[in-house]
């Protein structure tokens, strides 16, 4: 096995991706969510995403719920926008660290914003350049990277040519969402490979689903190759709004779980981040898939 690094970072998805594909929750249950997960010493949390309440009503309450969130000293929060009115209100809420989204897949990005990747990645051209004319560091997220529900595979080389795009339009990072979760072991390998090509000094982000079982396989692979940061979501929360009834997120305590016992520190305490997801199960109101959950407290290493 490849040399793995000593460090991981793992930014915490649940209150934003997590709760989106989720029944809606009272404001106050968010800020709770929120602030409890800047108590487990993670370092990044996606905290909101700023989007139209009939889009997505789950976000309706995003402006309060920052405004109320005590926001943990060194922490770093951020948070998704869809639009140019989705950044400027990410911008007066105060976010630095801003995230847009595209697709891969041509399909998907016209079912999901109804027009073409090659448009979407004309208006991000222009959100980065409002965001750094701001002061604010723009990511970029491409969705369904390892695959499409509606296209099946998806060729790495699309991915690193949209790499390119963003790349040369400034982006300051990328993210690789495994959006249904057909990421594989194999799928990363490619991925990566075909990315760093063409880009190897662009800092990259891993996002995995685990709809299909995968999701820490991936991240072991994705390490093996040198990649040290990833997204998860706090027990499980949220999932894959293509497949219902399949698990979703990557659960950040799975994840801490195994980096731990591999000697990888992530500077998470395990031991509150399970009892956060205990509160993430009671606030949603249903049994979350997480594995390190439901196992009991001979899983808890220290670290």
Known sequence: MAELPDFVSIREVGPRDGLQNEDPIPTDAKVRLLDALSGTGVKRIEAVSFVHPKAIPQMADADEVWRRAAKAEG???SALVPNTR???RALAAGFTEIEVVVSASDTHNRRNVNRSTDESLDDIAELIDLLHGAGARAEVIIATSFGCPYEGDVD????AGIVDRVVRDGADRVAFGDTTGMGTPRRVRE???AVRDRNAHI???L???NTRGTALANLLTAME???TEFDASVGGLGGCPYAPGASGNLATEEAVHMLHDMGVETGIDLDALIEVAELAEELVGKKLPSGVLRAGPRTRLAG
Do not use: D, M, S
């Open 156 to 159: 790495p080389r699309r991915v």
């Open 191 to 193: 991925l990566i490979t």
């Open 75 to 77: 922490l770093r929060y």
């Open 86 to 88: 989705g950044a400027q």
């Open 203 to 205: 800092p990259v982000l």
């Open 207 to 209: 996002h995995f689903h």
């Open 225 to 227: 190759l040198g990649v």
